[in-house]
C-alpha cells in the first residue's frame, strides 16, 4: 500500500481543464489497477491531491436539478462565469477566487475501502481547519459538507463537498469558502437545499485570511486523518 501523495498547487486554473486533468490522473491510476490483476509483481498505484482556485464557474452533479441555477447563459456571461454539468455526486456549487478547493484523488485500497468513511474524514479535516480560526463546523444529517449552526435557523454552509469515484479511484473533492464573494451564491439554490444560507471565514470572522495558511492547515489535518506518510511537492 502506497500512503504517500503527490501535492500540487495548481493556483488559479480553468474549471474544465482541471476537471480534465483529474480524470487523466484516475485514468491512470484504474490502467495500473487493471494491469495489477494479472500481474506477478503489482505495481504500486499513485495517489495526488491537487490545490486550485478556478474563476467563477457554477457546476451541477450527475442527481442535480438544473432548475437550481437561477439565472440564464446571458446572466452567466455578464458575470463573467461559466456552468457544467459534471459526473460528480451532489447538486449545484459555485467556485470562485477567494476559495480553497481540494481535489484528492486517491486509490482508497491504499488506506480504506469505505466511501462514507472517506466522507466523513473529508468533513473532519476541514471541521478541525476552521477550529484553529475559532468556528465550530458541524456535519447536518443528510447534507454532505460542513456548517455553521446545525439546527438553528442560522445553519449556514462554509465548506461542499461532492465526490466521484471508480474502483475506489476519487476524484472530485471539497470547497472551503475562506475569502469568496458569497453574492455568486445568490444565483443557484447551493446544493439544492432552499432556505439555508453559505459563509464564508472571512464573513465569520470579518477579516481577510491568509489562504496559503489555510491551504498548509488543511494538509496537516489531512495527513493525520488519513495516516498520510507524506506529502510530495510537484510544481
Not at 14 to 19: F, L, Q, R, S
Not at 83 to 100: A, C, E, F
Not at 138 to 156: I, M, N, Q, Y
Not at 211 to 235: A, D, S, T
Request: hydrophobic share 35%; with cysteine.
Amino acid at each position: 500500500m502506497n500512503k504517500k501523495i503527490t501535492l500540487m498547487d495548481l493556483g488559479p486554473k480553468d474549471y474544465k481543464e482541471v476537471w480534465d486533468f483529474q480524470t487523466e490522473l484516475l485514468d491512470n491510476i484504474i490502467s495500473v489497477k487493471r494491469k495489477n490483476r494479472h500481474a506477478e509483481t503489482p505495481e504500486i498505484t499513485s495517489n495526488y491531491f491537487l490545490f486550485v482556485e478556478h474563476p467563477h464557474v457554477y457546476t451541477l452533479g450527475k442527481s442535480g436539478d438544473q432548475d437550481n441555477l437561477l439565472i440564464n447563459e446571458k446572466q452567466l456571461q455578464e458575470k463573467n462565469a461559466t456552468y457544467y454539468k459534471i459526473n460528480r455526486g451532489g447538486d449545484i456549487t459555485y467556485h470562485g477566487p477567494g476559495q480553497i478547493v481540494g481535489y484528492p484523488i486517491l486509490d482508497l485500497e491504499n488506506f480504506f475501502t469505505d466511501i462514507h468513511k472517506y466522507l466523513r474524514l473529508l468533513e473532519e479535516v476541514i471541521i478541525k481547519t476552521i477550529a484553529e480560526y475559532g468556528l465550530k463546523g458541524e456535519r447536518s444529517k443528510g447534507e454532505t459538507g460542513v456548517w455553521l449552526d446545525v439546527g438553528t435557523p442560522f445553519a449556514r454552509k462554509i465548506c461542499a463537498m461532492g465526490i466521484r469515484s471508480s474502483r475506489w479511484v476519487t476524484m472530485h473533492g471539497f470547497a472551503l469558502n475562506v475569502n469568496t464573494d458569497l453574492g455568486y451564491f445568490d444565483n443557484i439554490i447551493p446544493c439544492g437545499i432552499r432556505g439555508k444560507a453559505v459563509t464564508s471565514i472571512e464573513a465569520e470572522l470579518n477579516k481577510k485570511i491568509d489562504i496559503e495558511e489555510v491551504k498548509q492547515k488543511i494538509l496537516n489535518h489531512f495527513k493525520r486523518e488519513f495516516e498520510v506518510e507524506e506529502f510530495l511537492l510537484e510544481v
